[in-house]
């Protein structure tokens, strides 16, 4: 079974700084099985990034996600008061299907 | 506009039993996987098991197997989730998700619906 580390727990940032955020899996997945969504207080998730690095329909340019492997990454390159949410990065096995790591708090500084 | 639209929340004693649903419109219906996704209060995401209404395939994590079933009724467009007997730790809510053909090569929910909160209490 594949397990999702996803690293800080919380991460403190003001607008207009840079965000990375890290999602560690305990064995190698393909790339096109590594997916982020972002989740803010009361609403559904949100898909973000697929297959590592593809942006979803609508999603700013900020976004960028990147990695291989077992480390995986999502970026925000300028931080909108909007991109304050929880993060969470998913990825697929054939033997346990869907994993989803435990989350990122991004929260204003 | 591809929408899923859930059933409106539920309280429920222990031991009652519980469907809830999930409408998709504005695609179709029976050419993409939809998913369950349980989050209790305060927590994380946690998958629960995926349906192809093209034929009612069904997948379901091993934690969930035997503890909910998943189905769905192609002629309207829905997917349900049910629980034949509840408990108080099944509270929480709950999304259903739609996912694209394994054949694509991907594996991600790219809409979701709104949540169904379901509460269990004595």
């Known amino acids: 079974e594949t397990v999702l580390s996803q690293s800080p727990g919380t991460l403190s940032l003001s607008p207009g700084e840079r965000a990375t955020l890290s999602c560690r899996a305990s064995?190698?997945?393909?790339?096109?099985?590594s997916v982020w969504y972002q989740q803010k207080p009361g609403q559904a998730p949100r898909l973000l990034i697929y297959?590592?690095?593809r942006r979803a329909t609508g999603i700013p340019d900020r976004f960028s996600g990147s990695g291989s492997g077992t480390d995986f990454t999502l970026t925000i390159s300028r931080l909108e008061p909007e991109d304050f949410a929880v993060y969470y990065c998913?990825?697929?096995?054939?033997?346990?299907?869907?994993?989803f790591g435990q989350g990122t708090k991004l929260e204003i500084k | 506009e591809v929408q899923l639209v859930q059933s409106g929340a539920e309280v429920k004693k222990p031991g009652e039993s519980l469907k809830i649903s999930c409408k998709g419109s504005?695609?179709?219906?029976?050419?993409?996987?939809i998913g369950w996704v349980r989050q209790m209060p305060g927590k994380g995401l946690e998958w629960m098991g995926i349906i192809y209404p093209g034929d009612s395939d069904t997948r379901y994590s091993p934690s969930f197997q035997g503890q909910v079933t998943i189905s769905a009724d192609k002629s309207i467009n829905t997917a349900y989730l049910q629980w034949s007997s509840l408990r108080a730790s099944d509270t929480a809510m709950y999304y259903c998700?739609?996912?694209?053909?394994?054949?694509?090569?991907?594996?991600?929910?790219?809409?979701w619906g709104q949540g169904t909160l379901v509460t269990v209490s004595s």
């Open positions: 064995q190698s997945i393909r790339s096109n099985y």
């Open positions: 297959g590592a690095s």
């Open positions: 998913q990825q697929y096995d054939s033997s346990i299907m869907y994993t």
């Open positions: 998700a739609r996912h694209p053909k394994y054949n694509s090569g991907w594996r991600y929910y790219d809409s």
């Open positions: 504005g695609y179709s219906f029976t050419t993409y996987w």
